[in-house]
C-alpha cells in the first residue's frame, strides 16, 4: 500500500506547504486495529463507566491546558480565525466533560415492566467493539470529540481517521488521551489516531474486528463508507451536509434578525452544514431584509487568521474557494442576481448574496460551503415551509417568529433533525445534532449520541 505523503499542512492563508506526512504502512495499520481491539477487551469488560468518564475527563482538561497550542494547529492547517479556533477547543472540552459527568447515567440499565410473568427484565447497554471515525477537517476537534466522547464512555474504543489536511491537530488529540491514559494507569490503545488513505480506510471497515464506522463529511463520501460497511453488515453513522433554511416570517427588531442571519451564515468562514445558508423572507420584510443583510455581510472583516478582529479567514484551501467561486458564476449566469460580493482572491471569498435564485439554478439545489447567502421571497407561511422542505438535505433549520403558535407549526412541518426557534448558534453538548434525508443517519450529542453504536442487550430473568 503506498506510503506517499497524502496528509499535507498548507496554510490556506498563504499558499505555503509546511509539513507533510506518509499515510501509514499496512503493518502501521494492523497494529493499530490490534491495539483497539486488544484495549477493548479490557476497556470495555474490566473498567467502570465512571473510570472511562475519568480518562475522557482528562483529556478535557489537556484540552484546555492546551488549547493555544490546538488553536494554533487548526488556523494553520485549515484557516479558522484564532478567536473562532479558540472557541472549538473550548466546546470540544465542553463535550468530552459533558460525556465524563453522565458516564454511569448513560450506561445504567432500563428497566422493563413486565406485562405479565415473574421475575425482571432489563435492557443493558453494552459496547460493540473497535469503531472507526472517520473525521473532516472543517472542525477538527469538537468533531472528533462528539463522536470519540460517547463511545469511549460506553466501552468502546476508537481508530480515527482524519482528514489529510489536519495531521498536526490528529496527532495534538492523539497525545492528550496518550497523556491521559498514561497518568491513570490506562492500557495504550482506547483511541488510536491513523493516517489512512481511503483504500486502507475501505479495508479497516471490512475487518470482521472493527464494530462500525461513523463519517462526518460530504454526500459522495457517506454513500461510499455506507455502500461498504452495508457489504459487510456494518453499523455505520452518517453526518453528511446541509442546505439549511433560515425563515424569517415577523419579527419586532429587524437589525437583530440580520445580525443573527449573518452570524449564522459566515461562522467557521460559511464552511458548516448546519450554517443557514437559504434565508426565506416573507413579501413585507423581504426588501429590507435584503438591504441590512448586504450591508452586514459586506462590514465582516477577512484577513489574516492569526490576526485579532478578522471574522473570516480563508476557506479551507485553494481549491475550495475555486470551488465556491465557480458555484457563483454558475448561479449569475442561470439568472441569479449578485447583490455583493462574488469575488476571490487566493483562498479567500468575499461575503456573498444572491438573490433571484429559481428552480433549476444551480445554486437552488448545490450546497454552497462557503460565506454565501442566497435569499428568496415568499408569499406566507405555507409558500415558506413549502420553500423550506424543496431540498435534498434535512439537517437543521431556523425559525423567526413573533407568533409561538406559529413557531410550534412551523416547527413541526420542516423537514429536518433539528430546528432552533429565534436563535443561532446554540448547539450545546446536551443537544442531540443529526438530519434526515440526505444529510445523514445518525444522532451524536446529547444522550443519544450513546445509543449509536450500543448492544441493547435484553436479559429477562425468569422470577
Known amino acids: 500500500m503506498s ?9 490556506p492563508a498563504t499558499g505555503q506547504e509546511l509539513d507533510s506526512y506518509p499515510t501509514a ?16 477487551r479490557g476497556w470495555s469488560r474490566s473498567s467502570t463507566a465512571v473510570q472511562r468518564g475519568e480518562l475522557v475527563r482528562r483529556v478535557a482538561q489537556l484540552h484546555r491546558e492546551r488549547r493555544e497550542e490546538l488553536a494554533d494547529a487548526i488556523v494553520r492547517e485549515m484557516g479558522k480565525p484564532k478567536e473562532a479556533a479558540l472557541g472549538e477547543v473550548d466546546f470540544a472540552a465542553d463535550i468530552y466533560e459533558y460525556y465524563a459527568d453522565r458516564a454511569e447515567q448513560l450506561t445504567a440499565d432500563q428497566p422493563i415492566d413486565l406485562l405479565g410473568g415473574e421475575g425482571t427484565a432489563v435492557v443493558r447497554r453494552a459496547s460493540l467493539g473497535p469503531l472507526l471515525g472517520i473525521m473532516p477537517w472543517n472542525f477538527p476537534y469538537y468533531q472528533v470529540a462528539r463522536f470519540a466522547g460517547p463511545n469511549l464512555v460506553v466501552g ?23 497523556d491521559a491514559a498514561a497518568e491513570l494507569g490506562v492500557p495504550a490503545g482506547a483511541y488510536v489516531n491513523v493516517r489512512l488513505s481511503n483504500d486502507q480506510a475501505a479495508a479497516v471497515i471490512g475487518d470482521p474486528r472493527v464494530a462500525g464506522v461513523s463519517l462526518t463529511g460530504s454526500e459522495r ?8 460497511a452495508g457489504r459487510h453488515l456494518k453499523k455505520v453513522a452518517l453526518e453528511l451536509g446541509g442546505s439549511d433554511p ?7 427588531d429587524l437589525d437583530a434578525v440580520v445580525e443573527q442571519a449573518v452570524a449564522a451564515r459566515l461562522d467557521n468562514t460559511g464552511q458548516s452544514c448546519n450554517a443557514a445558508k437559504r434565508f426565506i423572507v416573507v413579501e413585507d420584510l423581504y426588501e429590507p431584509f435584503v438591504e441590512k443583510i448586504t450591508a452586514k455581510m459586506a462590514e465582516a472583516t477577512t484577513g489574516d487568521p492569526f490576526a485579532d478582529g478578522t471574522d473570516l479567514g480563508p476557506l479551507s484551501s485553494l481549491a475550495a474557494a475555486e470551488r465556491l467561486a465557480d458555484q457563483v458564476d454558475r448561479a449569475v449566469a442561470a439568472g441569479a442576481t449578485l447583490v455583493t460580493g462574488g469575488t476571490r482572491d487566493g483562498a479567500f471569498y468575499a461575503p456573498t448574496v444572491l438573490t433571484d435564485v429559481v428552480p ?36 437543521g433549520s ?30 450545546s453538548p446536551e443537544l442531540p445534532f443529526g438530519g434526515v434525508k440526505r444529510s445523514g443517519t445518525s444522532r451524536e450529542m446529547g444522550t443519544l449520541a450513546a445509543d449509536e453504536f450500543v448492544n441493547k442487550k435484553l436479559i429477562r430473568v425468569a422470577g
Do not use: W
Not at 221 to 228: F, H, L, M, Q, S
Not at 246 to 252: I, N
Not at 362 to 385: C, I, K, M, Q, T
Open 221 to 228: 463520501a457517506g454513500a461510499a463508507v455506507a455502500e461498504i
Open 398 to 427: 431556523y425559525v423567526f417568529t413573533t407568533d409561538a403558535a406559529q413557531a410550534e407549526r412551523v416547527a413541526d412541518k420542516i423537514e429536518a433533525g433539528m430546528v432552533f426557534v429565534n436563535c443561532v448558534l446554540a448547539d
Open 246 to 252: 433560515f425563515v424569517l416570517l415577523s419579527t419586532d
Open 25 to 40: 504502512t499496512d503493518e502501521e495499520v494492523e497494529a493499530a486495529i490490534a491495539a483497539a481491539t486488544e484495549a477493548h
Open 3 to 11: 506510503t506517499s505523503s497524502e496528509y499535507r499542512v498548507v496554510n
Open 360 to 395: 433549476g439554478n444551480p445554486a437552488y439545489s448545490e450546497e454552497l460551503f462557503g460565506p454565501v447567502a442566497v435569499v428568496y421571497r415568499v408569499a406566507d407561511e405555507d409558500d415558506a415551509v413549502e420553500l423550506a422542505n424543496d431540498t435534498a438535505y434535512g439537517l
Open 156 to 178: 468502546n474504543t476508537i481508530i480515527l481517521k482524519h482528514a489529510p489536511q489536519c495531521p498536526v491537530s490528529a496527532e495534538l488529540i492523539q497525545k492528550a488521551f496518550d
